[in-house]
């Protein structure tokens, strides 16, 4: 069914680019803003841009989970590994820095730090190990919440608890609205996050901002369309809401997620890397799942962290406001190998993203 | 990190189902999100299925792009009668 192929047909790519030159105003900038990683792969490695008119922008908004948690959460990961706790984690949290360390500096300090494909891997070894303390470091968005609350509503072993640091898209998208000097006129809407939350989380950029919103899945047509499906709004000058992923994302979402969602977690102001406080923008443990949660159970918060090191533009890159070729430490100081900012580590990151780019150029 | 893989899946038991990613990777993934059978396709997103993918959905969204593209060679080339 898949026939990927199809979906990277060049012929078709090429017929998608015609339209798009031509239904692109001749002279206004345009600037498209997409907040998912797996966007910014796609449109990096397959060249996208350099398909585009020179007025048509694409830029990349805070669309990766691990380079939008904050230090201080790092460094709650590090306090906990440190007290010797096992902590789990996904593969690309390891070297994102904390204030001073990162959770694989703390594994090189003998902390017992492991990797984790999922959380039900986490439930799995500290089944295994009962003797000791475990915790699954919670990051990710609408796509990967559901996966914790499905754990912890299937009670998981009492030697496991849980450092949320869940994100959710919509408001990290609505503060990017409100700042000033970036001016965004349409939006590529996450297509996986999409699959959770459904179309319906982002009416409210078409209706109260007037930002034409299009849901787009991942293969180089599905953007290019979208792309088109934005322009076209504004040629027509009507925001709409559109979906360009319907084989993936339905107008509700999956709503058994959302359901799960809602029993475990409630939503709170969270901190994002460099952008800040934002209003119900993260998922904490509803106070009855309260013993799980690794904050109380071990007394450790984090309120403040240093989230960028001196130099460090990772905030504009995460918010579209420079490309990482802009930022002075890019592939100088900061490199995948010796990653200085959040955005270089995550393969989800842009500046890793741009930094593979980069070589291939060289 | 919001990653997801289509997959097809080639046995369901409970909560758990074997997916096949192609290229003879199969793995169990956890399927409680979702209500699926065998030879559905899904999206699976850090060892669970996040969503059932439509196959009619995709064929159409082939289809769509197809009809807009023509139509709008159509018209170019009535444009140039």
Same mark, same amino acid.
């Given at each position: 069914? /898949?026939?990927?192929? =199809? ?5 078709? +790519? ?11 105003? =001749? ?51 590090v ?41 039900l ?6 089944e ?7 915790? /699954? /470091?919670?990051?990710? /968005? ?89 322009? =076209?709004?504004?040629?027509?000058r ?12 339905t107008?509700?979402?999956?709503v =058994? ?9 409630e ?7 460099g ?6 923008s +993260? ?50 100081a900061c490199?995948?190998q ?25 | ?17 074997k ?19 065998t ?43």
């Amino acid at each position: 069914m /898949f026939e990927p192929l =199809k979906f990277r047909d060049p012929t078709l +790519a090429k017929r998608i680019v015609e339209k798009i030159h031509e239904v692109a105003p =001749k002279r206004d900038t345009v600037k498209i803003c997409h907040v998912c990683g797996t966007h910014e792969w796609t449109i990096t490695h397959y060249g996208l841009r350099s398909l585009l008119p020179q007025n048509v922008e694409v830029i990349a908004g805070p669309g990766c989970p691990v380079c939008v948690t904050p230090a201080s959460e790092i460094d709650e990961a590090v306090q906990l590994a440190l007290k010797g706790v096992v902590v789990t984690c996904f593969g690309d949290v390891l070297r994102v820095p904390g204030s001073e360390k990162s959770l694989l500096d703390a594994k090189a300090e003998g902390a017992d730090v492991r990797v984790v494909y999922s959380a039900l891997d986490a439930v799995k070894m500290a089944e295994k190990e009962p003797n000791k303390e475990f915790a /699954f /470091f919670a990051i990710g /968005f609408e796509t990967t919440a559901p996966s914790t609350a499905i754990e912890i509503l299937r009670k998981p072993p009492k030697n496991l608890s849980f450092l949320v640091s869940h994100r959710l898209i919509p408001p990290a998208m609505e503060l990017l609205l409100g700042i000033g000097d970036i001016h965004i006129d349409g939006f590529i809407a996450p297509g996986h996050v999409s699959t959770i939350i459904g179309l319906k989380a982002y009416e409210i950029f078409p209706k109260a901002y007037n930002i034409p919103t299009v849901v787009a899945g991942f293969e180089p047509l599905d953007v290019l369309f979208a792309i088109y499906m934005i322009l =076209k709004q504004i040629n027509d000058r009507k925001a709409r809401l559109e979906n360009e992923y319907t084989r993936a994302v339905t107008y509700e979402g999956n709503v =058994k997620a959302q359901h799960m969602m809602r029993e475990v977690f409630e939503v709170v102001s969270g901190n994002w890397r460099g952008l800040g406080k934002l209003p119900n923008s +993260a998922l904490k443990l509803h106070s009855e799942y309260a013993n799980y949660d690794a904050r109380e159970r071990f007394n450790i918060k984090v309120e403040h962290g240093k989230d960028l090191l001196p130099g460090c533009q990772c905030h504009l890159v995460l918010t579209g406001k420079i490309k990482p070729s802009e930022c002075p430490l890019f592939m100088r100081a900061c490199t995948p190998q010796h990653p200085k900012g959040a955005c270089m580590v995550s393969m989800e990151g842009t500046c890793r993203i741009w930094a593979h780019v980069a070589r291939k150029v060289d | 990190m919001c990653l997801a893989i289509p997959a097809k899946v080639v046995s369901v038991q409970g909560n758990v189902a074997k997916v096949d990613f192609g290229g003879g990777i199969i793995r169990e993934v956890d399927v409680s999100l979702v209500e699926v059978k065998t030879d559905d396709y899904v999206l699976v997103h850090a060892g669970y299925a996040i969503q059932v993918l439509s196959k009619e959905e995709a064929e159409e969204t082939l289809r769509l792009w197809s009809e807009i593209l023509e139509a709008g060679e159509k018209l170019e080339r009535k444009d140039l009668r």
